[in-house]
C-alpha cells in the first residue's frame, strides 16, 4: 500500500494525582437543582455545558459553567474539583479560593504551592509539596519539588543531598539527575554540575531539543564552545524539523536554561508532563504544563508540548493560542511559525498557510523546509505540479544531501507517481533509498509500487520484508506484502497477511480492496464481492473507485506475474 503522508515536523506512571476529576461522574439530573427541576440554568445543565466546554478545549467557558454549577450546589465535591481544574487551565482567580478548600486534591496543593513559590514563601511551599502523599505520580515527582524550594531558599547542599539517593535505580533517575545538574549549576557547584549532567546524558533514552539545550548551554558557559555547537547541529539529525532553527539556537548557547528555582520547578513540571504525554495522558499533562506555565509564563518548551497535545486532540484554535504567546525573538521562533502555518492549513485557510511557508522561505533561505512542508500541502491537496516546483525548490537549497535529506525526495517521488510521471518518481525513490537504505517509508512504498507493476517482484518482496521487520504493526507495509505475494500466485499466504492488514486497518478501502482480491484468486468469490462492496463505502480515491466498480461489475482475475517483465492486468 502507498501511504501518502506528510512530516511534520518513561516508565508507566500511576495517574493518581487527580483522584476524582476528570472521571467523576456526571451529576444526577434529579438531585441537578434544589427544587429538582432539570433547567439549562440549575447546576445539572451548567455542569453539561462545562463538560462540553472542557471537550472543546475551552476552559474559560468551562470554568464559568462549573462555578455557576457550584454556586448552585456549594460544597459538591465532585463539582468543586471539576470547577478548580477548569479555573486552573483557564487562569481563573476563584481557583485560589477553591483549592484552599480542597486538601485533600493533590492537584490542589500543587497550585497553592506555586502561589507560595511566586510569594516568595519557599519554605511553605516546601512544606505543602512535602505533605503530598508519596503515591503514584506525585512518588515521583515529590523529592524534584521539594528539592527545587530547598535551592530556591539558598540552601543548595541540602537540595542536593535530597536528590542523591534517587540518583540510581529509580524510575526517570535520568529526569532526577538532570534536575539535580540543574541545581548544582544554579548553585555555582561546577564540579558536581559537570558530573550530573554526564550522567543524565548517558541515562537519558535519547536526545531531545530540552536536553540538548541545557547541556549545551552548560558546555558553553564552561568554555567548551565546540562541543556546545556539535550537540546543537546533532538536532538536525534527530528532529529534522529544528533544523530552521539551528543558527538561533546556536547563538543563544550561553542562555542559562533555569536562571532561578521558579523555572527549575517549571522544568520539573514539564518533565513529568512529557513522560505522560508518552503515555497518551493528555488531560493530566495539560494540568501539569499550565502549572508550569503559571510559574513561567515564558516557557517555549512547555508552550510547543501543550500546542502538541491540543493538536492531537484537534483543538486546533487552542493549540495556535498557545503558540502565539511565544515572541520572535525566542530561538525557536521559526520551528513555531511552521507549526503555526501547519495549523493555519489544517483549519482550512490553505492559500494563508501556503503564504505563511512562502515567507518562511524567504526569511530563512538557507533552509529547505518552508518548501519542502509548501510541497507537503500541495500533495496532499493534489496540486502534483505546483508540489513539485516546491520541492524542486526545497532540494536546491540543499548543496549537498545527506541522510536526513532522503524526505525531500521521497515527497517529490510520491509527486511524481500521482501525476503518472513513473520514470521520475522510481529516479526519486531509488535516490531517497540511497540516502537512507532502510527507511521503511521508501522500502515501502518503490516495493509496493513494483509489486502492483508487476516489476522486480522477488527484490520488492525483500524491500517489503525489510520495511516489516523495522515496522512490523504497520498495517500498510503488511497490506504491502499481502499484494506482492499475492502478484507472485502464493494466494494463501496473501490472503493471510492481507486478513493482518485489515484487521489493523479496516478503515482503508485499499487493504479491503485487496483483500477482496486475494479472496477471489482463491476462488472465495462470495467474500471478494462482500470486500469489494466494503471498500466502496471507504471514501476510496475516484480511480480506484472505479476500478472496485469494474470488480464487482465484471469479476475480472487478478492476474499473477511470472516474472519481472511478465504484463500485468492488476488494477485495470
Do not use: C
Not at 522477488?458 to 517489503?464: L, V
Amino acid at each position: 500500500m502507498q501511504p501518502a503522508r506528510s512530516f511534520r515536523r518513561a516508565a508507566v506512571l500511576g495517574l493518581s494525582l487527580f483522584t476524582a476529576s476528570l472521571a467523576a461522574g456526571p451529576l444526577s439530573a434529579q438531585t441537578a437543582t434544589r427544587d429538582g427541576r432539570d433547567t439549562r440554568t440549575g447546576a445539572y445543565g451548567a455542569y453539561l455545558a462545562g463538560r462540553f466546554a472542557t471537550a472543546q478545549s475551552d476552559p474559560a467557558r468551562a470554568a464559568s459553567e462549573f462555578l455557576h454549577a457550584l454556586a448552585i450546589r456549594p460544597g459538591d465535591d465532585d463539582l468543586q474539583q471539576e470547577a478548580f481544574l477548569a479555573g486552573l487551565m483557564a487562569g481563573r482567580p476563584e481557583s485560589a479560593a477553591l483549592a484552599r478548600q480542597m486538601p485533600d486534591s493533590q492537584a490542589a496543593q500543587l497550585y497553592l504551592a506555586n502561589e507560595d513559590i511566586l510569594a516568595g514563601r519557599w519554605s511553605a511551599a516546601e512544606q505543602r509539596f512535602a505533605g503530598l502523599p508519596r503515591e503514584g505520580l506525585t512518588q515521583l515527582l515529590q523529592p524534584i519539588l521539594v528539592a527545587w524550594t530547598q535551592q530556591g531558599a539558598g540552601h543548595t547542599e541540602q537540595a542536593l543531598a535530597t536528590l542523591r539517593p534517587f540518583l540510581e535505580g529509580q524510575r526517570l533517575h535520568a529526569v532526577y539527575a538532570l534536575n539535580a545538574a540543574l541545581i548544582a549549576d544554579l548553585g555555582n557547584r561546577a564540579a558536581e554540575a559537570t558530573r550530573l549532567y554526564d550522567a543524565a546524558q548517558k541515562e537519558f533514552p535519547g536526545p531531545t531539543l530540552r536536553l540538548a539545550q541545557i547541556l549545551a548551554s552548560w558546555d558553553a558557559r564552561q568554555g567548551h564552545l565546540a562541543e556546545a555547537e556539535r550537540t546543537i547541529a546533532s538536532l538536525a539529525e534527530t528532529s529534522p524539523e529544528t533544523a530552521i532553527a539551528l543558527p538561533g539556537l546556536a547563538a543563544a548557547l550561553r542562555t542559562r536554561p533555569v536562571s532561578r528555582a521558579s523555572e527549575g520547578i517549571a522544568e520539573a513540571y514539564l518533565a513529568l508532563a512529557a513522560a505522560l504525554r508518552e503515555q497518551e495522558a493528555g488531560d493530566y499533562a495539560m494540568v501539569l504544563l499550565r502549572l508550569s506555565l503559571t510559574l513561567r509564563p515564558d516557557f517555549t518548551a512547555a508552550r510547543l508540548l501543550a500546542a502538541e497535545i491540543l493538536e492531537n486532540e484537534r483543538h486546533l484554535e487552542a493549540a495556535q493560542q498557545m503558540l502565539a504567546a511565544i515572541p520572535l525573538s525566542d530561538p525557536l521562533a521559526p520551528v513555531v511559525a511552521v507549526r503555526q502555518a501547519f495549523l493555519t492549513d489544517e483549519l482550512g485557510h490553505t492559500e494563508k498557510a501556503l503564504e505563511d511557508f512562502r515567507a518562511l522561505a524567504r526569511a530563512y533561505p538557507n533552509s529547505s523546509l518552508p518548501d519542502l512542508h509548501e510541497g507537503d500541502i500541495l500533495r496532499v491537496k493534489q496540486h502534483y505540479p505546483e508540489a513539485i516546483a516546491a520541492y524542486d525548490r526545497a532540494i536546491a537549497r540543499i548543496p549537498s544531501p545527506g541522510q536526513n535529506d532522503w524526505p525531500v525526495f521521497y515527497e517529490r517521488g510520491i509527486a511524481y507517481e500521482r501525476s503518472h510521471q513513473w520514470q521520475l518518481a522510481e529516479a526519486d525513490f531509488r535516490h531517497a533509498l540511497a540516502l537512507s537504505p532502510d527507511q521503511p517509508l521508501i522500502l515501502n512504498y518503490l516495493g509496493y509500487s513494483w509489486a502492483d507493476m508487476g516489476q522486480h517482484l522477488a527484490q520488492a518482496q525483500q524491500m517489503i520484508l525489510k520495511a516489516a521487520e523495522r515496522r512490523p504493526n504497520d498495517g500498510a507495509i503488511v497490506d504491502s506484502l499481502g499484494w506482492v505475494l499475492l502478484r507472485q500466485g502464493d494466494t494463501a499466504q496473501a490472503v493471510k497477511e492481507l486478513e493482518r492488514a485489515v484487521e489493523m486497518q479496516p478503515e482503508d478501502s485499499t487493504v479491503n480492496g485487496h483483500l477482496g482480491d486475494a479472496y477471489w484468486a482463491a476462488g472465495r468469490k462470495l467474500e471478494a464481492s462482500f470486500q469489494w462492496r466494503r471498500a466502496l463505502t471507504l471514501n476510496p480515491e475516484p480511480d480506484d473507485a472505479a476500478k472496485l466498480e469494474a470488480r464487482l461489475q465484471g469479476g475480472h482475475p487478478i492476474a499473477v506475474v511470472a516474472g519481472p517483465s511478465a504484463p500485468s492486468t492488476l488494477g485495470e
